[in-house]
Structure formats: C-alpha cells, structure tokens
C-alpha cells in the first residue's frame, strides 16, 4: 500500500516564491525523508527528519513533521530554476525496515 | 561522496531478449535495491538484497530476477523482455541498520536506465 502521499502532484511558481508541497503517510515512522529527481535522472536525498524531530532546516529547505496527523511539508524558500524537479517523500515500510515506500510525487516547475 | 552507477543510460531491447541491468556501487553498502519508475505509478521496488548472494522480492519481482556475486554488484535481469517491462530502472543502496551504527536509512541512486522493448 503507499505509504506516502505528496500534494499537490504539480505546482508552478515563479523565481523567487515560496514552495511548499505536502506528505501524508499512513502508519507510525522512525523516520520521513524527502527526495529530489530531476527529470531522467535518479533521486537525490535531500533530507531526513526522525519521528521526535518538529522542524529541521538546510539550506534553503525547510522541512516539518506532524506525527499527530501523520504529515510532513517540504518549503523551497526563494525557488530558482534550478528546483524544478519532482519531489518525493519517503517513509520505511515497518519499524526496523531497510526498505522505503516513495510517494508518487509532486513536480515543481519554477518559471524563470 | 556516495557513487552509484548503473551500466546504460538507455537500452532498446527486443521481446522475448534477456537484458541484464548492472548496478555498482562504490561504498561498501550491504543494502541495494532495484526499482521501477512509470509514470502516475512511482517508485515500485522490485527486489532488494541485503548481502551477497541474499534477495528479497519486492512488490514486482514477476519477470524478473537479481544476482549478487558481489557485494558491490547487483545485477537486475529481464528472463525474456516484455512490452509492458519499458520503464525507467533506479539502482540504490544503503548501509545496514544495526544497533551499534546509527541508522543510515538514506538510500543513494544511481541515475537511471530507460529501457526501451520493442
């Protein structure tokens, strides 16, 4: 079953705006990462946040957690071209798993 | 930095042909995993490995099988190719999660193989 739900699917902005997509999962998680593919390419880790973490920062991404609702955000501050990309979270299968589940996740087009 | 690479960007095959899809990695990583990507779909996981000459199916493995001779290889095989196997393929690994290692989960792809049966 997909663990992971991203929203919205696509989102266009423009250079300089604010990026914010949206995961949803179903079952309790260690932990809940977010990934970044650009188009053909494979996917690139961005960033993990484990279960007792609320907010964590790199960079220009922004990424919270809310276990209670069993969500995650990802924020691109001050989005350049170079962000578009789609965007995936992931979330281990059971506790204990190696094995991730991906969203089908959300295609970020920033328009120059 | 962590290397994944993957023997082809882009393979066109016949029906019915065995295609082998390799996968090395450069890490030492216990973990690697073969995926499939179509679109509206998502990553599905084929089959995982988690030591030479261990496999796990994933949610896909019909069509396919795995080979891993060596701890750095893990090989993706079409028995005989189908149609409806044109997709894009994603290598990963990751380290094992232990007890005395904090936990690595973040797995590392290498970039892709569009494979193409006519």
């Known amino acids: 079953s997909q663990q992971g739900e991203e929203d919205p699917q696509a989102l266009s902005i423009q250079e300089g705006e604010n990026a914010t997509m949206n995961c949803s999962y179903k079952?309790?998680?260690?932990?809940l990462q977010w990934y970044r593919q650009n188009s053909g390419r494979g996917l690139v880790h961005l960033i993990l946040?484990?279960?007792?973490?609320r907010e964590k920062h790199s960079g220009r991404l922004r990424v919270t957690l809310d276990t209670s609702k069993k969500s995650s955000s990802l924020l691109i501050t001050a989005s350049r071209a170079a962000d578009t990309a789609s965007y995936f979270c992931?979330?281990?299968?059971?506790?204990?798993?190696?094995?991730?589940?991906f969203g089908k996740g959300t295609k970020l087009t920033v328009n120059p | 930095d962590v290397k994944v690479t993957q023997s082809s960007r882009y393979l066109v095959k016949r029906t019915g042909e065995k295609v082998f899809l390799e996968c090395v990695q450069d890490?030492?990583?216990?973990?690697m995993f073969w995926y499939r990507q179509d679109p509206g779909l998502g990553l599905r996981l084929i089959y995982f490995?988690?030591?030479?000459?261990?496999?796990e199916k994933g949610d896909i493995p019909e069509g396919y099988s795995v080979s891993r001779e060596k701890k750095e290889r893990f090989s993706l095989i079409l028995e005989s190719a189908s149609t409806n196997q044109t997709s894009m393929y994603l290598c990963?690994?990751?380290?094992?999660?232990?007890?005395?290692?904090?936990?690595?989960?973040?797995?590392?792809f290498g970039p892709g193989t569009r494979l193409l049966v006519l």
């Open positions: 890490m030492d990583h216990e973990n």
């Open positions: 079952t309790s998680i260690n932990n």
């Open positions: 990963a690994s990751s380290l094992l999660l232990t007890s005395g290692r904090r936990a690595q989960e973040t797995q590392y």
């Open positions: 490995s988690y030591d030479v000459k261990m496999k």
């Open positions: 946040i484990r279960s007792n973490e």
């Open positions: 992931a979330t281990e299968r059971g506790p204990g798993s190696e094995k991730l589940v």
